[in-house]
């Protein structure tokens, strides 16, 4: 490394600050420090990271889904000017594959490339244009094979293996009672569909990589998940973990989509070649192929019931594509057959779930993932089952629902709270949204809005129910665990509370409730939560609705370690008997009565403590699907109102109405934010989000094509808040993170079908579904969109091939 | 670090070939991977390596028939790299 005297990269911008105050304690509502930044365009994102004489790495894809690679020649390339590395799989120092769950992706093809986009070679120039070009100049010879792109043809047995043990990547198979041997009044079938969605973030992947001048690297990174991150980069680059060093810069948005490793490994590469700072950074479209997305599934089920409604067996057999490579599929597969049959009771259950390798794009966590499929297959079984028996859908819901005590089909004992039955009324009775006349209105608030394709004439409203849960934390025997560094020192005359954890902050205001807690534990107003870096124990993932019950547990249990030993020096130095003394504002109290102040008693001592809090065992599931699997559950109920025009296939969220068990409100106004944003991600996923992918090629790999809901699509959400302690748990919260995006989706589905009386088996739903436009004229009509458009600018997937 | 739903065991077999066999270093290659992929444990690692992930029984027979296939090939040497997850004993 030469002329480097800078050790941490600097933004032309402004820089994040490291150090927030904000005075709120659990429960309380606080103003956000990254807020106003974010808003205002001063945040910095990884994307801004900018260090003097860094280069700009760029990445070759492969526009093919299914490939063998024959030949790569970057000769061309590497005699561009201001170029300064190029690199394929043989420069890959350490091991070539990486993976969080099974390693089984190349850190770049050599013989094969599995998805489009897969990457096969980098480059490191001195201006983001110039190595661009340096791509178009780098040729690579392909046999293109046809792809596999169907997870139930990758099943069969003639199904050419995608790797070298075949396609098969999980199957969870679970067995409660005696499907076979039980007898039903009533059954109905179905079979659904859902589709790619993307976590659409707006924050591409970037990232900016510095070698140390002593063999190391530190790598600035937005992520969710550090530690695991280093692990991953350090076996590719052939390092020890400590010579790796990661440093959570701004992130725009995660949702899943970045627990998997994009640009880190390369960028490192090219560091460590140039021995100079490399940063990359996606742009939309390439985003689209840089990180997993939510898992397409097909899925079958069967309910039986007696004439008075209560269930008697679920059969399910649920087929996941997982895309080229494993990412989180064998959790995502688990997680869908142990939510499989909905949070009822169920007396006898049989769940296949199935994942499978093809070469569409990888898949792996998202927002709820696993249940959100499982939960639009099951609830629109509950509303099939409701009308086959004549009962209301809530009815039917509440008369099934699981209650504590009761056991999942899984083998695992319903722990308390599980609120299933209450928040399913409370729904029910929420005031509905006034039904407004048609005519006369403001276009925005009618469906197809500001189109100005109906005023009012043929459309309906509808209403729909739907109720979910889902896991909080890792589960199935992982040994969970966060940890967290509490600092209590006197800084300008006053207490200060420094707190150090690695949990990446992705928008969710884990940094608030991070400070809140060591406000409350502590007892003091000022609190310095560091950035996260890998110089602190890992925190795990931020993902799972874990992060404020994990890492919020770890930095709760690191201050009253603090706390501990504060109240032993006040019992060793000033006499003062145990067992009634607390801090509060700063102070030693005892009785209400101040015995020393926190300045007065630390002076320039510091008292630090480093903690790792571990959840409760979990266990893997048995061959019959059978175990302890998860550590908490949290529910959530939707009712939607929609209003539809039912000739043109429009739609209008009027409201979303909810009823969530969070155990304890750590921030209020977090939570609500939590809430809002779930269920418009779970609008989307109803109404307009989808990765269309044909014969493995991604067709709309920008947010011009990929729709994802704006301000005009999102309803005024009614909510209520159902506190009910986990009496495990810290504070006896639960994670909020994931329940609003679960139900909302069918909750939504159900009310477009109630307003049209159409069976709307797959989501997104598109405005021919629901106009109910046969598939042959559907196809008809894009075929002639077809040739009107694509054919002059050519098609978005053939413009990639050169 | 232990990452979430990893195998408990892997196993990382690099096939050292020789062109003095009879046959070609690349059918050395391919009878391991052949004999990797029949375990229903393996992955790709490099283009003269692969992976097997799984428990500890599993994988270790699996190792040794891996190694025999690619001996049997005329493969000069197998380079074998065993490692558990940190929390291995907790799948067991």
Redesign the interface.
């Known amino acids: 490394m030469t002329g480097l005297t800078q050790t941490a990269p600097v933004s032309p911008i402004r820089k994040r600050p490291a150090t927030t105050w904000s005075p709120g304690k659990v429960g309380e509502s606080d103003r956000r420090p990254d807020g106003i930044p974010k808003v205002t365009g001063e945040f910095e994102y990884s994307s801004d990271l900018w260090m003097d004489g860094m280069l700009w790495g760029a990445t070759l894809r492969s526009p093919h889904p299914h490939a063998n690679i024959r030949s790569i020649d970057t000769s061309e390339a590497e005699r561009m000017a201001g170029v300064y590395a190029v690199l394929t799989?043989e420069d890959v120092p350490g091991?070539?594959?990486y993976g969080?769950?099974?390693?089984?992706q190349?850190v770049l093809a050599?013989?094969k490339v599995r998805y489009q986009g897969e990457p096969v070679a980098i480059v490191a120039a001195d201006h983001p244009e110039t190595a661009r070009r340096a791509l178009e100049k780098i040729h690579v010879e392909y046999e293109v094979l046809e792809p596999l792109a169907d997870a139930e043809a990758a099943m069969r047995e003639d199904a050419p293996?995608l790797?070298?043990?075949?396609n098969v990547l999980k199957r969870v198979h679970v067995r409660h009672g005696d499907v076979a041997g039980s007898s039903a009044d009533v059954l109905v079938t179905g079979e659904y569909e859902i589709g790619m969605q993307d976590q659409a973030f707006l924050g591409p992947e970037s990232g900016l990589a510095v070698p140390d001048g002593r063999g190391g690297i530190d790598l600035y990174i937005s992520t969710q998940w550090l530690?695991?991150d280093?692990?991953q980069v350090a076996k590719s680059l052939g390092m020890d973990?400590d010579q790796v060093r990661l440093t959570l810069s701004g992130v725009g948005g995660a949702f899943g989509g970045r627990e998997d490793l994009s640009m880190q490994i390369h960028a490192c590469m090219l560091a460590l070649h140039t021995e100079r700072p490399v940063k990359m950074v996606y742009n939309r479209e390439e985003s689209f192929f840089g990180h997993v997305h939510r898992h397409p599934a097909k899925m079958r089920y069967e309910h039986g019931a007696t004439n008075e409604g209560k269930l008697v067996y679920v059969k399910a057999r649920l087929v996941f594509d997982g895309g080229a490579y494993a990412s989180?599929s064998?959790?995502v597969c688990?997680n869908a057959a142990t939510f499989a049959c909905g949070p009822y009771d169920v007396p006898n259950a049989e769940i296949e779930s199935h994942m499978l390798y093809t070469n569409n794009p990888p898949c792996g966590a998202m927002r709820g993932f696993g249940a959100v499929q499982a939960c639009f297959a099951h609830e629109s079984q509950m509303d099939r089952l409701a009308e086959e028996l004549g009962m209301d859908p809530v009815e039917l819901r509440v008369k099934n629902a699981i209650e504590p005590g009761m056991k999942f089909p899984f083998g695992q004992e319903v722990p308390h709270p599980a609120p299933v039955r209450e928040i399913l009324e409370r729904v029910k009775v929420m005031p509905m949204p006034e039904e407004e006349g048609l005519t006369g209105r403001d276009l925005r608030e009618l469906p197809g809005g500001v189109s100005n394709v109906t005023h009012g004439e043929d459309v309906k409203r509808g209403v729909g129910y739907a109720v979910g849960f889902k896991n909080v934390g890792?589960s199935?025997?992982?040994?969970?665990y966060s940890t967290a560094r509490v600092t209590l020192s006197v800084e300008g005359g006053e207490p200060l509370v420094r707190v150090h954890t690695a949990a990446a902050e992705v928008g969710q205001g884990g940094v608030m409730v991070q400070a809140q807690i060591a406000r409350t534990e502590l007892g003091v107003e000022k609190v310095a939560v560091l950035p996260a870096d890998t110089s602190v124990g890992?925190a795990g993932?931020t993902s799972a609705s874990r992060q404020t019950y994990m890492t919020g547990g770890a930095v709760k249990m690191a201050c009253e370690a603090v706390r501990d030993r504060v109240l032993d020096l006040v019992r060793e130095e000033l006499g003062e008997k145990p067992g009634d003394l607390s801090i509060e504002d700063g102070s030693i109290v005892s009785d209400e009565r101040e015995i020393v102040s926190l300045a007065y008693l630390l002076d320039r001592r510091e008292i630090e403590e480093t903690v790792e809090f571990h959840h409760k065992?979990t266990r893997?599931l048995d061959e019959n699907g059978q175990g302890d699997a998860h550590l908490q559950f949290a529910f959530a109920a939707h009712r939607a109102v929609v209003e539809v025009d039912v000739e043109l296939g429009l739609v209008r969220v009027v409201e979303i109405a909810t009823a969530q068990d969070v155990g304890k409100i750590m921030n209020p106004q977090a939570l609500e934010g939590q809430i809002e944003g779930g269920i418009a991600q779970g609008l989307g996923l109803a109404l307009m989000e989808e990765i269309q992918v044909n014969e493995g090629k991604v067709q709309n790999a920008s947010f011009t094509d990929y729709l994802t809901p704006t301000i005009l699509d999102m309803p005024p959400v009614r909510m209520e808040i159902l506190e009910l302690a986990d009496p495990e748990a810290p504070y006896g919260l639960k994670g909020v993170g994931e329940p609003p995006t679960i139900s909302s989706t069918p909750a939504i589905i159900a009310a477009l079908r109630d307003a049209t009386g159409r069976e709307l088996t797959r989501i997104p739903v598109k405005p021919e579904q629901i106009a109910g436009v046969s598939e042959k004229l559907r196809d008809e009509i894009l075929q002639q969109q077809d040739s009107a458009g694509y054919s002059e600018i050519g098609r978005l997937d053939e413009r990639r091939e050169h | 670090?232990?990452?979430?739903?990893?195998?408990p065991v892997?196993a990382?077999l690099k096939v050292v070939t020789t062109d003095r066999a009879e046959r070609t270093p690349q059918e050395q290659i391919e009878a391991a991977?052949e004999a990797?992929?029949?375990?229903?444990?393996?992955?790709?690692?490099?283009?003269d390596?692969?992976?097997l992930?799984g428990n500890r029984k599993e994988v270790l027979e699996a190792t040794v028939k891996v190694m025999e296939a690619a001996l049997n090939a005329g493969a000069n040497a197998i380079e074998v790299k065993v490692e558990t997850e940190?929390?291995a004993d907790?799948?067991q």
């Open positions: 799989h091991r070539k594959v969080m769950e099974i390693p089984d190349p050599w013989e293996n790797h070298l043990s075949g530690h695991i280093q692990d973990q989180s064998n959790a688990l890792f199935a025997g992982f040994d969970d890992s993932s065992e893997p | 670090m232990p990452g979430y739903e990893r195998a892997s990382e991977k990797a992929g029949a375990s229903g444990l393996a992955h790709e690692a490099a283009p390596t692969m992976m992930s940190g929390d907790r799948f």
